[in-house]
């Protein structure tokens, strides 16, 4: 009944499923809380893993990781198979990779802060437009000057060097007033204080150690633990967006596969959109629409269809829609509003269905092999083959252990890059002006050179060079024109 192209998710009249070759046209699962979006996930998850397509999810609720052995936990499973006439489902574990910014229930998985550029940096510092020109002026300056910016005290350090010297960086670079320094000095520093410096440093995620598949060839299931980290929902939606942007610059072109290289499952993805500069969401916009060449799909989790723009819900061809409430006349809009979004079906009243659907049940439209969206389905979602509990702490752990990535990521490296190139600097000028002026003075033109002119000379020694060309680069670099170099 499954196979490698036809990938059953849902029976409404008939078995319903997602084509393979269609699967990197993107996809919505939407519904209220305790509807059924989770189970869905996890269902579809399974069937890319079967078929060799890796993916990732973020845990934001922590109930996944049960993904990575055999299921038989539980008695909804059961009576569900039955009620689908599943004579031949049998239970299975998949190969997951755990990973965690913080490094406690996984591998750690960091950005460096170069490659998370000053457009994400400044979402993630809630910095205003003058605040985010001003950082992105700081991170030219440290570009310019063959400064390596890695890690926050990286970040920390050019900010306090650009402030003691804004005056002679205003002819070249613009004004930097002290009060954007100031405050993104503060926005640093509440940052650190949340565990943000566990975000960034190395050694840096290699993405292309999430796409790969385990000796029977199933695709590994990347779960980052997301339960603390959401409690940050910006640095949540765009530590998860700088995934995307490095995926998008990072992969060649494939056109449309026959298989996804990775399917991506962004859950909570209305705090992408939250209080999201235009200029932001328009590079979204970009990177959801063009990295489908690269043989990427992307998959939304939200409550409501409407959480997210037009413009990215226009690309999103493979829908599930689990009820919505309508308790209010806005929510009552907002179900009319999701109806409209599905290709319709005569013999179905999708409106009053959205309201009526019960637990693990959907309204279902998937592409068919010309890329049209099928007629929308009423549906029961067939239930998941892995334990629905979570692995306990020594569960998990032991197969964080026994993972082929183990030790690798766990093991930092802390490179010579702002931080300890402007200190050394400043250490060499503290020990110039100590010189006595008499045993200065012959050697003054060779030791008399300020800290600036000593950065500012260092930039004709990083240009050309392999790391002067690295560090030149932000978020969606090739969007702007400064791609992977």
Known sequence: MNTSEELILAKGTDYLPILAGMANRHGLIAGSTGTGKTVTLRVMAERFSEIGAPVFLADVKGDLSGMAVPGGDSDKVIERARQLGLADFSYEGFPVVFWDVFGQLGHPVRSTISEMGPLLLSRILNLNEIQSGVLSLLFKIADDNGLLLLDLKDLRAIVQFAGENAAQFTTGYGNISTASIGAIQRSLLALEEQGGDKLFGEPALNLFDMMQTDHRGKGMVNILAAEKLIQSPKVYATFLLWMLSELFEQLPEV????????????????????????????????????IRSKGVGVYFITQNPLDL??????????????????????????????????????????????????????????????????VVERALIFPPKSRLLPLDHQERARMVQQSILAGHYEKTVDRDSAYEKLKERAEQQKAQQDIPIQAARGGQKAQGKTLFEAVAKSAAHAIGSQIGRQIIRGVLGSLMGKGRK
């Open 255 to 290: 056109g449309d596969p026959p298989k996804p290289k990775l399917v991506f499952f962004f859950d909570e993805a209305h705090l992408l959109f939250d209080d999201t500069p235009k200029v932001l969401v328009d590079k979204i916009e970009q990177v959801v629409r063009l």
């Open 309 to 374: 723009p037009e413009t990215i819900l226009g690309q999103l061809g493979n829908r599930v829609q689990h009820a919505l409430r309508a308790f209010t006349a806005k929510d009552q809009k907002a179900v009319k509003a999701a109806a409209e979004t599905f290709r319709e079906n005569p013999g179905l009243d999708v409106v009053r269905s959205i309201t009526e659907l019960g637990v693990g049940e959907a309204l279902v439209s998937f592409l068919d092999r010309k890329g049209v969206p099928s």
